[in-house]
Structures are given as structure tokens and as C-alpha cells.
């Protein structure tokens, strides 16, 4: 039986102006689920929200058609942040470890990345880091997997892979990604949601995208 998560009735606002009104989204295990939108559409205020590290007026979460109260909960969801996740101080293989990461899964997809294991986080270029990091997120235990702006600084050899090793994961957890690099977005996603004066829709051509205003011509 697939993993299946479901959010909605989801109302966040910001000095009394509404962000995202009654937003609905469902990412299954085995799929990887697009969230596109404008700069300031709400899209990582949604993924927030949904996760539990975000306010929020109200909202509706259920996994596998139980009502949890975060995303986060019971090991539900893990999020890559639209910034970084590990302290400036911190070794890789010490995060590697508190993540409570399989190293093995670490070594089969990134051999070459080993001898970054002893430096700190400030010691990494940002794209080597933001690599990590992604490894790090999918690689956890989670059913399901929030992915802020994972390709933010990646060069595009580090994008291509990270694209296969998310299409190989995606068969043990469901992923939800955004990014501003819409074409990769489009690239690997099973669905599409674009926000849209604070809600979703799901877009089933990307011709859609112009229609809410995302893009101005394909």
C-alpha cells in the first residue's frame, strides 16, 4: 500500500492580508509532485505550513487518510529549506549522523563527494552544500519529502543527478518540490500544482502556465 498525503483548507495570512486561501495539495509515494508559482505566490509559506514550521489560520493534514497535526509528525515529512539546513560550524559527517542517514546511500550516489565528509558547511562551495543537503532530505526516513529551491546554486552536471537520484527515490517516498528553475520542475514532475491568487490549481499542460500569469510564453 502506497503512502498517500493530502493537505487542505489551508489560510495563512500576513498583516491582515491573505497569502494563501483554502489551498489543496495531494503527493503520493511514487511521485514526484511540482508546486510552481510567481515570487511571493505563498509557495513556501504552503510547504511551511503543511510541514508545521509555519503559522497558519487554518489547515487540514492527513496521511494515509489519518488526521495528523504537522507534517512533521510521526516521521511524516522531512523539508530541504529554501536555506541552509546545516549549521556554518558543522562537519558533514556529524550531519550526516544526526540525520540519522544510511552512509551507504550516501557513498552509492556520491562517491566522489567523500572527502567533503570532514570539512565544515562554510567550507563548501554553496552548490556542494545545497548537494549535501538534497542527499541528506531524500535519504531520510520520512514518508515524504519537501523540497525548497533544491537546485538553487547547483551547477548543471550536480542538477542532472540530482534529478536521476530523485526519480530513483521517489519510489519510497512521495516528494514535493519547488523551484524557480521551472524547466527542471516540469522535467521531472508526475503532476503540477501552480499557485495562484493564494490557492492551487493543478496544471495538466504547461500551456496552463501563462494562463496564471507563471510564465509569458512557452
Known amino acids: 500500500m502506497k503512502n498517500i498525503l493530502e493537505a487542505d483548507s489551508i489560510i495563512v495570512s500576513f498583516d491582515q492580508r ?14 514526484i509532485v511540482g508546486l510552481l508559482g510567481r515570487n511571493g505566490s505563498g509557495k513556501s509559506t504552503l510547504l511551511k505550513a503543511i510541514f508545521g514550521i509555519g503559522a497558519s489560520e487554518n489547515k487540514s493534514i ?3 487518510g489519518s488526521w495528523v497535526a504537522n507534517g512533521y509528525s510521526a ?32 557513498k552509492t550516489v556520491a562517491d566522489d563527494k567523500l572527502f567533503l565528509l570532514d570539512q565544515r558547511a562554510n567550507e563548501l562551495s554553496g552548490g556542494e552544500l545545497r ?9 531520510s526516513k520520512s514518508r515524504f519529502s519537501f523540497l525548497d529551491e533544491p537546485f538553487s546554486g547547483l551547477s548543471p552536471v550536480m542538477t542532472e543527478r540530482a534529478l536521476e537520484i530523485m526519480n530513483d527515490v521517489k519510489n519510497e517516498k512521495g516528494l514535493l518540490i519547488t523551484d524557480h528553475m521551472y524547466k ?14 493564494g490557492r492551487t490549481v493543478e496544471v495538466n499542460d504547461t500551456s496552463e502556465l501563462i494562463r496564471y500569469g507563471y510564465i509569458n510564453h512557452e
Do not use: W
Open 62 to 64: 492527513r496521511v494515509n
Open 184 to 197: 527542471y520542475v516540469t522535467e521531472c514532475s508526475d503532476r503540477l500544482y501552480c499557485m495562484y491568487s
Open 75 to 106: 516521521s511524516n515529512v522531512n523539508m530541504l529549506p529554501q536555506f541552509n539546513m546545516i549549521p556554518s560550524n558543522m562537519t558533514i559527517r556529524t550531519a550526516i549522523r544526526l540525520f540519522d542517514i544510511d552512509m551507504g546511500k550516501i
Open 18 to 31: 491573505v497569502v494563501v486561501s483554502n489551498a489543496y495539495i495531494r503527493c503520493d509515494q511514487g511521485e
Open 131 to 139: 548537494f549535501i543537503e538534497l542527499l541528506i532530505v531524500l535519504f
